[in-house]
């Protein structure tokens, strides 16, 4: 009796595959051996927010190929914030797609969006060290020092190579703290004494922020919340938000079936239109319905201007303001 019931439970679950960035796959990688629901899980690789149109471009690549090989799943989740606006644009052709409402993936770490907002205001000059920033690019430190030398004069030579590493060094200046972020997944003794050996090189403070997991879970399974997280239709996409808070809405990006709220074939008409999710209930983990009003065409303009991003594009000629991590 007991295990029919659990196989109703399963099947009644939404099936949902992910598409991550490697920096928290670790994490991601944990928390799915609880998630029958989920059916596959894809990594892409750090530091794709560094060239945002080369993260949009492989993002949408991995949406694609999920909804062609993943013909069960019914909602693709992303295992990314806004990053970069590298996000935006990128869109489903049958499945659901949902994102948590945060700049980056410190929000996720962090497990709260107010959270890393109120710390960062707190300590502006914040570099976040995590089991996979640590593990998937070379954070600021000796050993990204003696890297980056060896590279520097080897491609350009001596002199031309001490030149660009006063450059880099510069840019430490505008930090003051190294911060590791973990979801008590992945942090070893070692990775602590690695962050706490490039704090004391750098001359900064060092800190060790527990996040909560429950919003990387729930962004697994559902329910998912329009609090925390932009549920979009198939042919709608993401964009940034004027409102601080949001950080994100939906933009309907390309035509959509009719619904029942809508006599035409789509719902609003324009691209920069923001839209409500459709009245479609989605199941979910946890075996709520939630509910949607149809995706009238609620107007606003689009927004321009660059994502307060705690990642930001690489450019010799910007200096990360303090609170954004530098590739």
């Not at 009003?293 to 303090?322: F, H, K, L, N, Y």
Request: net charge negative.
């Amino acid at each position: 009796m007991d295990n029919g019931l659990g196989q109703l439970r399963e099947r009644e679950l939404t099936r949902v595959a992910v598409i991550t960035c490697a920096v928290l796959e670790t994490e991601v990688e944990h928390f799915v051996r609880s998630c029958p629901q989920v059916l596959h899980v894809e990594k892409l690789r750090q530091g794709l927010h560094n060239d945002p149109p080369q993260l949009r471009r492989e993002l949408q690549e991995a949406v694609d190929r999920v909804e062609q090989q993943v013909p069960k799943a019914e909602v693709i989740v992303l295992g990314y914030g806004l990053c970069s606006r590298g996000t935006e644009e990128v869109c489903t052709r049958r499945c659901r797609m949902v994102i948590p409402r945060a700049h980056d993936c410190i929000t996720l770490l962090l497990g709260d969006r107010r959270r890393y907002a109120d710390y960062v205001r707190q300590q502006p000059g914040t570099y976040w060290y995590s089991p996979g920033w640590n593990r998937h690019h070379v954070p600021p430190g000796p050993q990204r020092y003696e890297t980056l030398h060896k590279q520097y004069v080897e491609r350009y030579g001596e002199d031309n190579a001490e030149y660009l590493m006063s450059a880099e060094q510069h840019w430490f200046n505008t930090y003051n703290r190294a911060t590791y972020v973990d979801l008590g997944v992945g942090a070893t003794p070692e990775d602590l004494a690695f962050t706490r050996a490039c704090a004391d090189w750098l001359h900064w403070q060092m800190d060790h922020q527990h996040g909560d997991a429950e919003l990387l879970r729930t962004l697994l399974t559902g329910p998912w919340d329009d609090e925390r997280f932009l549920v979009l239709a198939p042919g709608q996409s993401l964009a940034m938000t004027a409102d601080p808070d949001r950080i994100i809405r939906a933009v309907q990006r390309a035509p959509a079936p009719a619904c029942n709220g809508c006599a035409a074939t789509t719902c609003g008409g324009k691209t920069t239109a923001e839209i409500v999710p459709p009245p479609a209930p989605i199941r979910s983990g946890a075996g709520d319905i939630a509910g949607y009003e149809c995706p009238g065409a609620t107007a606003e303009p689009a927004v321009t201007g660059s994502s307060p991003s705690q990642e930001r594009p690489v450019d010799a000629a910007v200096i990360p303001a303090p609170g954004e991590n530098r590739p």
